[in-house]
Each structure stands twice: as C-alpha cells, then as structure tokens.
C-alpha cells in the first residue's frame, strides 16, 4: 500500500466527526462527505460540525467538504464509511465499479446490511467487486463523545493484509487513541453486531427497573451467548485466559475473547451512558413504542436492525442465542418486554 494516501470520509453523524477529528490532529487532509449541503459553511465557518459532537473541533485547513459522495470517492484512495448500516446502500447508490476500482476501504460500521443481511464487505464485494485485501475495519470500546474530549480509547483495526492494517491503523494513533492489530476481519464484525443488540436488551432491563445485581448477571450471560453466535460463524479467538507470547502487532499478549474489540466493547455499549443503543433499550423498558423512541431519539441505535438481521441469519446457523432472540421478538413482533425479561430470567446463570 502506497503511503501518504488520500483519505475520504463517507457520514457526517457523531462517530465520523470523532474520526475526522483524529485524522485532522494527526494532520491528514480529509475529504469529508457531508450529506446536507448547508451544514459545510457552518463546518468550515465555526470549525466544528454543528449538529454532532459539536465539542470536538478542526484544523479546517486539511478539509475539503463536499456534498456529493461520488466526489470524495473520485478524489480518495482510502474511503472510511462512517454511515449507520441502515443507510450505506442508500448513501453508496451514486458510486459504481469504475469510481470504486482499487479503493481501500476501511468500515466504522457496528451493523450488518438489513436486507440481505450481510457484513459489509460481503456487500462491497458483491456491489462493487472490492477484494477481501482491501477491506479493512476499525472497531472497539470508543465512544465519540470520549475522542472529543480525548480521553484515552482503544481502537482495534482488523484486516487480512497485517502490514496494510498497520499502516491505515498508523493513520489514527495519537496521544489519546492507541491502536491494536487483528486480523480477524469476520469475527469482530459479528461481535460489533452482536453486542449492540445485547447493548440494547441491558438498556430495556434497566427501563424495566432491574438492578445492578441482574445487569451484571445478563451481560457475563450475554457474553457467553455471543461467543457461541462468533465460534459458529469460524470467529478466532474465542478463549480466555490463554495467551501466546507476543501478538502481531508486537504487543505483550496475544488477542483472545477478552480484549477490548469483543468483551470491552461489549461491556462499554452495555454500561455507559453515551450508548446509544443502551437508551434505545431503556426507553422500551419504559414503555415506548419502537417509533416513539426512534422519534425521540436524533441517532440510530444499530441493535435494532442488527436483532432482525441476526434472527434471519440464526435460522440457518442454529446458535443457541436465546436472550438475543427475545430481544428480536420485543423490538419486531412486540412481545411486552417484561413478559420477555422474564423469558430471559429463567435461562440465566
């Protein structure tokens, strides 16, 4: 992979502010796609995107803003799409085969394609002919809010070529972002899934009033049932407790289920108060119908789609997944949740 890439960043929404902004304090120019053509006077005029993560600020200089995603595709090597899942088939519709051709893709997306219910790169390759070479993922416990503030997050890049992902993780690590090397670009795509939708069954415990005893019982559960989903779909590293000496990225142990791209980030959606997922949850724990808390709430809670596209793909793969099943059936068929709650309770350990 060439150095010094042009770099193109597709979402506007709170996740790819935080992005830009750690590419911008390493100094790369970015070219940022910003669906609605009026907010880029506003961006470039106040130095911070306006409508979300309005704390975290730019260096201007190193941005071209555009409101045609073909633009920044043409004038880009290293694309980041930063779009919530439900909305990536919509946001890529402008782009085809030509404009993508050689592109190096690198997925923020915590979601599987609704629909046909596929990791991203299975739909990039079907779309646009990308090879599995050059996709790359960058996901972890790293909330946006935190980057604005810089405090320190730890961001793992997966990818099946170790020397490219070293080189695009390269790109984000900064005083207050460390990153960790991982080449297993499947599994920690399905984990991303996966804990969002447990994520969200937390949140409706806690609208449901259960406590801290319960919630800490539900998530080591949750925990278990998601690495029996990953072993099922050939996930690595599904151990705990056993390391070899070194990992590839040269770090003191090797990656195993309890590093932060699968238990940590599982157990950050879970318990903070910026997971938005964890909200979502909450608000039907309370009562809400699925429209009024989508309504209510100004981002997308990727649990949501994922429970569905999980379901259909579990018909197939036979993972015994209970708890994230009655989450589904909440959110989709409108089982009451604590009838539901109480489904879960009895398979708890």
């Keep these: 992979m060439k150095e010094n890439l042009r770099i193109g960043v597709i979402g506007n929404g709170s996740w790819a502010t935080a992005l830009v902004k750690i590419l911008t304090d390493n100094h790369h120019p970015v070219n940022w796609w910003i669906r609605n053509a009026g907010s880029i006077d506003s961006i470039k005029s106040r130095r911070h995107n306006p409508h979300y993560l309005p704390s975290a600020y730019f260096d201007v200089s190193l941005l071209d803003l555009f409101s045609s995603v073909k633009e920044v595709a043409e004038k880009s090597e290293l694309l980041v799409l930063a779009v919530p899942s439900a909305y990536i088939q919509d946001s890529l519709a402008p782009l085809d085969k030509e404009v993508m051709k050689g592109k190096k893709i690198l997925s923020a997306i915590k979601g599987l394609i609704p629909g046909p219910d596929v990791l991203l790169n299975d739909y990039l390759n079907k779309q646009f002919d990308l090879p599995l070479e050059n996709y790359f993922a960058v996901l972890g416990p790293c909330h946006a809010e935190e980057v604005a503030a810089e405090k320190l997050s730890y961001l793992t890049f997966s990818g099946i070529d170790v020397e490219a992902t070293k080189q695009v993780a390269s790109l984000f690590q900064t005083n207050y972002i460390n990153t960790i090397i991982n080449t297993d670009i499947l599994g920690v795509q399905y984990a991303a899934v996966l804990k969002n939708i447990y994520a969200l069954g937390a949140g409706i415990a806690h609208g449901l009033e259960y406590g801290d005893n319960f919630l800490s019982v539900y998530i080591a559960n949750a925990a278990d049932e998601m690495a029996a989903f990953l072993r099922k779909v050939g996930a690595q590293h599904m151990v705990v407790g056993e390391h070899e000496k070194k990992d590839i990225s040269g770090r003191r142990k090797d990656i195993n289920y309890a590093a932060s791209v699968y238990l940590g980030d599982l157990l950050v959606t879970c318990y903070s108060l910026y997971s938005r997922n964890r909200t979502f949850g909450a608000m039907i724990g309370k009562g809400y119908t699925v429209q009024?808390?989508?309504?209510?709430?100004?981002?997308?809670?990727?649990?949501?789609?994922?429970?569905?596209?999980?379901?259909?793909?579990?018909?197939?793969?036979?993972?015994?997944?209970?708890?994230?099943?009655?989450?589904?059936?909440?959110?989709?068929?409108?089982?009451?949740?604590?009838?539901?709650?109480?489904?879960v309770e009895e398979v708890l350990v």
């Design 292 to 343: 009024s808390a989508q309504l209510e709430m100004n981002m997308v809670a990727e649990g949501y789609y994922a429970s569905k596209c999980i379901y259909n793909i579990n018909k197939k793969l036979g993972a015994e997944i209970p708890m994230a099943e009655t989450i589904y059936k909440i959110l989709w068929e409108r089982m009451n949740a604590e009838q539901g709650f109480k489904m």
